[in-house]
């Protein structure tokens, strides 16, 4: 039996079809899920993310088990409401996650991870909790909206009368009242993540809705992701990939080197013998659309194709891959007995509803 | 509910099949496919004068979410293919019996088409009542 969010009556009145994703009943989309993935790119979009996992960690050894617990650190973090987006790595360096970390005060964080990797998360981080005086509290009590694209903030700022969250630069958040408003996402946007006390929901979601704003899926979330070059946990990484192939190098803080936290000696050890294998963005100027598990064949070696889409933006088919580390600036995909060639390219493909350079080609 | 029109004959594989002219019919996705395809990006089409039998993989239509291909219900030689398509696919979601049909074919039995389902059949098969 799957879960429903505080939404789910809100989703049905909308027409969404519903789907089961990591053990929750979600809209996949309520109509056309080009038209979602355009109206938060030109205008506004919302989404139920509820059945992300939201964990409050406090206590005096918090910010210790932060700094043990996630490859980027949460040092660099240390003023309220400041965001830092992480891998959580298991001994060998392999993801077993990526999460953002909020700093709320002295001894208080809280932590955003994935619905699909919900148990692991929490038994992994209760167990490496042990050694620090430090408590974590899963806030099942909270649903989540993202409200994203150019026309996202104000609306929000007006509905819940808190022009202070104007203000907020990206990766960060604030506290108005019962919302926690954060201008985070996952879509290439300007927005902001709100988390709220799951009774109240549907009266903002509704709110929203007046306001315009369109109810988008979560298929619609993963074509604006993809467009944004976010790698999507468990398909473009796991725990069989190390944040260096997985183009999040950037995320991992290796200073100060007396850090000692969860993957380093392991990712010490994937820098002095080099990286092999690398994530890399791909465009197709013909039909035929790459899919996940699409051999991916270059001078170097072969790879594959981890997630890939139409994109609406660009009106061609875009792609992750992860490639050998020395492959060159074409590659061809294996779509369906033919190989066309992709052309390799560093994401963003698409950023605040401009197709970046050198992407669109001819 | 998706639309079914009483006219036009039926596959398993969700194509429908529909008489123009004497011997020949029009081809093309039904509205409960194009439904559960969701927004289709590109078409492949068989070329006109391209022989198809009964089950033949002739086309394929393929939405942001997955390529399907489209298996020929009839025997016979195509006399069109619907090139306006290649420009916007959507049509295929907004007019699936109409402006979104696929392929034109002249029939080497134009009595065949008889054994295919009918819309009420097709109704029972996709589950609608």
Not at chain 1, 4 to 33: C, E
Not at chain 2, 8 to 33: C, F, M, N, P, Q
Request: aromatic residues 6%.
């Amino acid at each position: 039996m799957s879960r429903k969010t505080p939404l789910y009556d809100s989703h049905v009145a909308a027409g969404g079809r519903m789907v089961d994703f990591a053990g929750w009943q979600m809209p996949i989309n309520y109509g056309s899920q080009v038209e979602e993935h355009n109206r938060v790119r030109n205008s506004a979009g919302m989404f139920d993310v509820s059945h992300m996992t939201v964990v409050d960690i406090r206590g005096t050894g918090a910010r210790d088990f932060l700094r043990r617990l996630l490859a980027n650190d949460v040092a660099r973090i240390e003023q309220p409401g400041r965001a830092l987006y992480s891998c959580m790595l298991n001994e060998k360096g392999g993801i077993l996650d990526d999460l953002i970390t909020y700093f709320l005060a002295e001894d208080s964080y809280r932590t955003v991870v994935n619905a699909a990797t919900r148990e692991a998360d929490l038994d992994w981080m209760n167990r490496q909790a042990r050694e620090f005086d430090v408590e974590l509290t899963e806030r099942e009590d909270l649903a989540m909206i993202a409200v994203q694209g150019p026309r996202a903030r104000e609306v929000v700022a007006g509905i819940i009368d808190a022009p202070e969250t104007l203000s907020l630069k990206p990766f960060q958040a604030v506290v108005h009242g019962e919302y926690f408003v954060a201008r985070t996402g996952y879509t290439g946007e300007d927005g902001f993540e709100v988390l709220l006390p799951g009774g109240q929901a549907s009266l903002f979601w509704n709110q929203l809705l007046e306001a315009e704003i369109s109810p988008c899926g979560l298929a619609a979330r993963d074509t604006l992701r993809l467009e944004a070059g976010l790698n999507l946990y468990g398909q473009d990484m796991d725990t069989t990939t190390t944040p260096a192939e997985s183009n999040l190098g950037w995320t991992v803080a290796m200073e100060p080197d007396d850090r000692n936290f969860i993957g380093r000696e392991a990712l010490e050890a994937e820098k002095s013998g080099g990286v092999s294998r690398k994530l890399v963005g791909l465009v197709l100027d013909s039909r035929g659309i790459p899919r996940t598990g699409c051999k991916v064949v270059c001078e170097a070696g072969e790879g594959e194709v981890t997630s890939g889409t139409f994109s609406p933006t660009i009106g061609k088919p875009i792609a992750l891959a992860r490639v050998p580390a020395g492959c060159g600036e074409t590659v061809q995909v294996e779509i369906r007995k033919q190989r066309p060639d992709a052309r390799v390219v560093r994401p963003p493909f698409v950023r605040m509803g401009k197709i970046q350079p050198g992407i669109a080609g001819d | 509910m998706s639309e079914i029109p009483s006219e036009l004959r039926y596959t398993e594989s969700h194509e429908w099949v529909g008489e123009v002219d004497d011997g020949i019919v029009k081809i093309g996705i039904t509205d409960h496919a194009q439904a559960q395809l969701g927004d289709l990006v590109f078409v492949e089409l068989p070329e006109a004068g391209d022989t198809l039998a009964t089950g033949d993989a002739c086309a394929v239509v393929e939405s942001v979410k997955a390529a399907s291909d489209v298996y020929s219900p009839v025997i016979g030689e195509v006399t069109e293919v619907n090139e306006d398509l290649a420009d916007s696919p959507e049509t295929l979601n907004n007019d699936p019996y109409g402006d979104g049909w696929l392929f034109a074919v002249r029939l080497d039995d134009p009595d065949s088409i008889k054994e295919l389902m009918d819309a009420d059949e097709y109704r029972d098969h996709i589950g609608e009542t």
